[in-house]
C-alpha cells in the first residue's frame, strides 16, 4: 500500500456575488438566495502519494492556483474534505505571505511562523534563507520597496528552507537572474531527489512533462483529464491548438526579465554568437529549397566554471505559431567540450532539409546539463522561406519507398 501525503474527497471552493451590498442583507432576512454562485473549483477527489510529483496546467481562470490555495491552507474548501499529512510549503503569488510596511527581516520570521516553526527554528534557519535570497542589506528594508525579483527570491529561499514534506510551486520553478535561477532549479531538484511531494503549476508544458509523473488538466474549475505527463500536455496541446490557431508554451520558457542583484562574481552561461548557413551562405533570412538545401547552425556560448558544461536546443516554428520540431545536444547524446575561455561550439548540420514550402523561424536555447533550465533564449534567431518543387502537402516531406507486389 503506497503512503498518502494528500487526500482530498469531494473539494470544492463556491464564491458568491452579489449585484448590491444591499443583497447580502435581502439574502440573510429573506433566507431566500439573492446571490450568484460562481464555481472556481468543482468538487474534486485526488489522492497523491507521498513523493509524487504532480503537474497542474490549464488556461488563465481554469482553477488552478484555487486548488493550489486549498492545498496551502490559505483557502477554505466550500465543501468536501482536505487531509494533508506533513508540512506545506507554498511559493504562491508575489509576495502573498509578506507585510509590506515590514522588512525582510522581520518578514522571515513572521513567514516561518505561519509555517509553523519555532523561534528557535525560525533563528536556525534564518542564515541559509539570507544566504540563499542573496539580496544582502536590502534584508533590512521595508519590503514594499523590494524589486518583484527581490520578493520573488525571499519567497523561494523561504518555502525551500523550513523543511517542507509537501512544496507547491506556482509558476516559480526560475526566478531571478541566470545565477539564482540555477540555484533555485537545483534546490527543486534536491527536494524531487529527496522524495518530496510536489505540486508544480506552470505553463511551460515543457518543464511540466520533464519533471512531473502525473498531470492534472483543469478546465473552468473542472479536472478535464488527469494521467500520465505524455498524454495530458498531448491532449492540452491539442485544445489549445483548436481554440486559438497557435501552439504555445511546448518549448522552455526564457528567464524572467526582471532580475535581482547578482551575487558577487558570479557569473551565469551566456550564447556568444548564432550564425546561420544555407548552401554556405551566412545569413539571418534565408530561400531554401526542399529537400535540396544544406542547412549549418554554428552556435557559440560562454561557460561558467562553477556550472555543469551548458546544452544547446533548437527549435523550428512555423508561420502559424505551431512548433514544427526541434533539437538538443542532450537528447541526441552530444557532450560539448569547453576551450581554454571556457567556451563551447557546436554545429547542426541538416542535409536536404525536409520541410515543405512556407515560412519558419528558428528560436535558439542554451540550457542547463539536464536540458530543464534555460539560461537565455533567442527568438526568431533565422528566418526560413522554403520553396519547394512538385505537389506534397503539409509541413515536411516524409522519407519513404513503394513497394509493389
Known amino acids: 500500500m503506497r503512503e498518502l501525503a494528500i487526500r482530498l474527497q469531494g473539494v470544492g471552493k463556491c464564491y458568491r456575488s452579489y449585484a448590491r451590498d444591499l443583497d447580502r442583507v435581502l439574502e440573510v432576512l429573506s433566507g431566500k438566495p439573492r446571490h450568484h454562485a460562481f464555481h472556481a473549483l468543482q468538487p474534486l477527489d485526488l489522492e497523491v502519494a507521498r513523493g509524487e510529483v504532480i503537474g497542474v496546467i490549464g488556461k488563465n481562470g481554469a482553477g488552478k492556483s484555487t486548488l493550489l490555495k486549498l492545498l496551502a491552507g490559505t483557502l477554505q474548501a466550500s465543501s468536501g474534505s482536505v487531509d494533508i499529512k506533513g508540512r506545506v510549503s507554498a511559493i504562491l503569488e ?16 513572521l513567514s516561518c511562523a505561519i509555517q509553523g516553526l519555532s523561534r528557535g527554528e525560525a533563528e536556525a534557519a534564518y542564515e541559509a534563507i539570507t544566504g540563499f535570497a542573496g539580496i544582502g542589506d536590502f534584508i533590512h528594508q521595508p519590503v514594499k520597496t523590494y524589486s518583484s525579483g527581490m520578493v520573488m527570491r525571499l519567497a523561494f529561499a523561504i518555502a525551500t528552507h523550513v523543511n517542507p514534506d509537501i512544496l507547491i510551486i506556482d509558476e516559480a520553478l526560475s526566478v531571478g537572474d541566470g545565477v539564482f535561477a540555477r540555484r533555485s532549479f537545483e534546490r527543486i531538484m534536491e527536494f524531487r531527489q529527496a522524495g518530496k511531494t510536489i505540486f508544480f503549476c506552470s505553463h511551460s508544458l515543457y518543464q511540466v512533462e520533464a519533471l512531473c509523473d502525473r498531470v492534472l488538466w483543469l478546465d473552468a474549475g473542472r479536472l478535464r483529464q488527469e494521467g500520465s505527463p505524455a498524454s495530458v500536455i498531448t491532449a492540452y496541446g491539442e485544445f ?21 542583484p547578482t551575487l558577487p562574481g558570479a557569473v551565469a552561461p551566456r550564447m556568444l554568437a548564432v550564425e546561420v548557413r544555407v548552401d554556405g551562405h551566412l545569413a539571418r533570412a534565408h530561400r531554401v529549397l526542399s529537400n535540396r538545401s544544406t542547412l549549418e547552425i554554428t552556435l557559440r556560448f560562454q561557460a561558467s566554471p562553477a556550472m555543469p558544461v551548458p546544452t544547446l536546443g533548437l527549435v523550428w516554428i512555423g508561420g502559424d505559431g505551431r512548433l514544427v520540431t526541434s ?39 542554451l540550457l542547463c546539463e539536464q536540458g530543464l533550465m534555460v539560461y537565455e533564449r533567442v527568438q526568431q534567431a533565422a528566418e526560413f522561406n522554403v520553396e519547394q518543387e512538385g505537389l506534397e502537402l503539409g509541413v515536411f516531406s516524409l522519407p519513404h519507398r513503394w513497394r509493389l507486389p
Do not use: W
Request: proline fraction near 7%; include cysteine.
Open 94 to 109: 508575489l509576495g502573498a505571505n509578506f507585510h509590506p510596511e515590514m522588512t525582510g527581516h522581520d518578514n522571515v520570521f
Open 240 to 260: 489549445v491548438q483548436s481554440e486559438s490557431g497557435v501552439e504555445e508554451l511546448h518549448h522552455p520558457p526564457g528567464l524572467a526579465a526582471e532580475a535581482a
Open 327 to 365: 533539437a538538443g545536444s542532450r537528447h541526441d547524446g552530444i557532450v560539448i567540450t569547453l576551450d581554454e575561455r571556457q567556451q563551447g561550439v557546436a554545429t547542426l548540420v541538416v542535409p536536404n532539409v525536409p520541410l515543405l514550402k512556407g515560412y519558419y523561424c528558428l528560436d535558439v536555447y
